[in-house]
């Protein structure tokens, strides 16, 4: 039993480290120094214990108990987990990372999002997938982890933007705009996870549409954020 354990924790975070690599490898140009995304992972670490108080203390809500079926999902869905988790990230970034040095660059909001979001990511795996089936470890593997950190992605993306944002206004637009978005598609994420038990297997499949799209989403953001890097002299061209 303790072996299993042993392997199963290694296990339910290599994906999250697995993920992280191929996102700071896109990085080529100006690389992030590796010591400080470490520790900007620990804070993803850190970031769970809020999150898990917060789930504590709703289910001793009564009211929050009694919402028919479906309010509970939307609630669960698009404000315990949705917005409550890319807040905190959004959080972290904003408290420890948006006025550091080394974010210099408007990718860089996507990288550190991201590896918060992995940090978080790899706690949540490791809660959800030890002591559990195998097949249960390989879909979070393709879906929940990967998710996690393209759909924080997103959001890192206009958190990048605002930072280097030459108008106040236009800087709180983009932080709003990136977390709401985050939020919006976390939410509808988990929402089709939670009423798949109930309308069939096809809501679990679309999921797998969902993840692809908000992947292909942050591809562009990356390619945007890159465009905005160059022709404002931030990194070099690619030859």
Same mark, same amino acid.
């Given at each position: 039993?303790?072996?299993?354990?042993?392997?199963?924790?290694? &296990?339910?975070?290599?994906?999250?480290?697995?993920?992280?690599?191929?996102?700071? /490898?896109? !990085? #080529?140009?100006?690389?992030? =120094?590796?010591?400080?995304?470490?520790?900007?992972?620990?804070?993803?670490?850190? %970031?769970?214990? =809020?999150?898990?108080?917060?789930?504590?203390?709703?289910?001793?809500?009564?009211? *929050?108990?009694?919402?028919?079926?479906?309010?509970?999902?939307?609630?669960?869905?698009?404000?315990?987990?949705?917005?409550?988790?890319?807040?905190?990230?959004?959080?972290?970034?904003?408290?420890?990372?948006?006025?550091? #040095?080394?974010? !210099?660059?408007?990718?860089?909001?996507?990288?550190?999002?991201?590896?918060?979001?992995?940090?978080?990511?790899?706690?949540?795996?490791?809660?959800?997938?030890?002591?559990? =089936?195998?097949?249960?470890?390989?879909?979070?593997?393709?879906?929940?982890?990967?998710?996690?950190?393209?759909?924080?992605?997103?959001?890192? *993306?206009?958190?990048?933007?605002?930072?280097?944002? /030459?108008?106040?206004?236009?800087?709180?637009?983009?932080?709003?705009?990136?977390?709401? %978005? &985050?939020?919006?598609?976390?939410?509808?994420?988990?929402?089709?996870?939670?009423?798949?038990?109930?309308?069939?297997?096809?809501?679990?499949?679309?999921?797998?549409?969902?993840?692809?799209?908000?992947?292909? #989403?942050?591809?562009?953001?990356?390619?945007?954020?890159?465009?905005? !890097?160059?022709?404002?002299? #931030?990194?070099?061209?690619?030859?």
């Amino acid at each position: 039993m303790h072996h299993l354990l042993y392997l199963s924790i290694p &296990a339910a975070v290599a994906p999250a480290l697995i993920i992280l690599l191929y996102f700071y /490898r896109q !990085d #080529r140009l100006r690389p992030e =120094p590796t010591g400080y995304l470490v520790q900007v992972f620990v804070l993803g670490i850190a %970031s769970t214990y =809020p999150l898990i108080q917060l789930d504590l203390y709703l289910t001793r809500i009564e009211f *929050y108990n009694m919402l028919p079926k479906v309010s509970y999902e939307l609630f669960v869905a698009f404000i315990q987990a949705g917005m409550a988790e890319e807040l905190i990230k959004f959080l972290v970034v904003m408290i420890f990372v948006y006025r550091h #040095r080394h974010f !210099d660059e408007v990718t860089d909001g996507i990288l550190y999002t991201i590896t918060v979001s992995l940090g978080f990511a790899a706690v949540e795996n490791v809660l959800y997938v030890v002591g559990k =089936p195998f097949n249960v470890a390989l879909a979070r593997a393709l879906t929940a982890v990967p998710f996690h950190a393209v759909c924080s992605g997103v959001m890192g *993306y206009y958190i990048g933007r605002a930072k280097f944002a /030459r108008v106040k206004r236009m800087e709180r637009r983009l932080l709003l705009t990136g977390l709401a %978005s &985050a939020a919006a598609i976390h939410g509808l994420y988990n929402f089709m996870i939670y009423i798949s038990p109930v309308f069939g297997a096809l809501y679990a499949i679309a999921i797998v549409p969902v993840v692809y799209l908000t992947f292909k #989403r942050l591809q562009w953001h990356i390619g945007h954020a890159y465009r905005h !890097d160059l022709k404002h002299g #931030r990194v070099a061209q690619i030859s």
